[in-house]
């Protein structure tokens, strides 16, 4: 059982982060969500729909879906891989029009991507080419964001960057679910954590609530101290005495 009795809610507006040890589920979840998978028993409804009853292209206009891992086989250029985030708005074979190159050049831009716009993606380095696949994301217009280890790949400076973005778009009225295991991350932009253990949701709150030394340390089997600083967590390792 890789999931057990899991209720959750998600809004609007809302940017949350999902902890969990490797293996303990993170990713199933978001899968479920998506409609990737099917649950074995219980339902998932978006927006008041039964998801199961939707189409994927009709899922897709709602939700965005980042994995963990995306495999870059054809040597498309990066603009042409952001462009597939039109798809569900005009159908695999339907053209381009002014607004959805708009869309594109927008995503490109908040991602520091139009510098590398005709670059085959192939050719992109691990971190590049997260950033095509968060852009695409974002031109893909979906309501709610569903990332799996965004920051994976990415440098620091990147990783700040994506975190304010992340931020602004759960601002602009976005769902954004990201599931990391850097609490820190997420903790001064975040509005709510959850942590996945055995099977189930055992937290659900604000992070300063959630994200704390004794729940991290009880999570990932390390004694911590937190350092409270400008509105920011830390987090090291207890010295024993």
């Known amino acids: 059982m890789v999931l057990n009795d899991v209720s959750l809610k998600f809004r609007r507006g809302e940017l949350i982060g999902?902890?969990?040890l490797n293996g303990a589920g993170k990713s199933t979840l978001l899968r479920i969500l998506m409609g990737l998978l099917k649950p074995t028993s219980g339902e998932v409804y978006l927006e008041g729909t039964l998801l199961s009853s939707l189409r994927p292209?009709?899922?897709a206009r709602h939700l965005a879906y980042v994995p963990q891992a995306h495999?870059?086989?054809?040597?498309?250029?990066?603009?042409?891989?952001?462009e597939l985030g039109r798809i569900p708005h005009h159908g695999v074979a339907g053209r381009l029009g002014a607004e959805d190159r708009l869309r594109v050049d927008q995503a490109m831009d908040r991602l520091g991507l139009l510098a590398l716009a005709e670059r085959p993606v192939t050719?992109?380095?691990?971190?590049?080419?997260?950033?095509?696949?968060?852009?695409?994301?974002?031109?893909?217009?979906?309501?709610?964001l569903l990332l799996d280890e965004p920051m994976s790949g990415l440098d620091y400076g990147h990783q700040l960057r994506l975190m304010?973005?992340?931020?602004e778009l759960a601002a602009e009225g976005h769902l954004v679910l990201l599931t990391?295991?850097?609490?820190?991350?997420?903790?001064?932009?975040?509005h709510r954590a959850l942590i996945l253990e055995e099977a189930q949701i055992v937290a659900d709150g604000p992070p300063e609530l959630i994200v704390t030394a004794e729940r991290m340390?009880?999570?990932?089997?390390?004694?911590?101290?937190?350092?409270?600083?400008?509105?920011?967590?830390?987090f090291h390792r207890e010295e024993s005495e």
Do not use: N, W
């Open 18 to 20: 999902l902890l969990g």
């Open 57 to 59: 292209l009709d899922v």
């Open 71 to 82: 495999a870059m086989t054809f040597p498309y250029t990066v603009r042409r891989m952001v």
């Open 123 to 144: 050719e992109l380095s691990g971190g590049e080419k997260q950033r095509v696949v968060l852009a695409r994301a974002l031109a893909q217009e979906a309501v709610g």
């Open 164 to 167: 304010s973005l992340l931020a």
């Open 180 to 190: 990391s295991h850097r609490p820190e991350e997420f903790f001064s932009a975040g």
């Open 217 to 234: 340390s009880r999570l990932y089997g390390v004694s911590l101290a937190q350092i409270d600083h400008a509105g920011k967590r830390f």
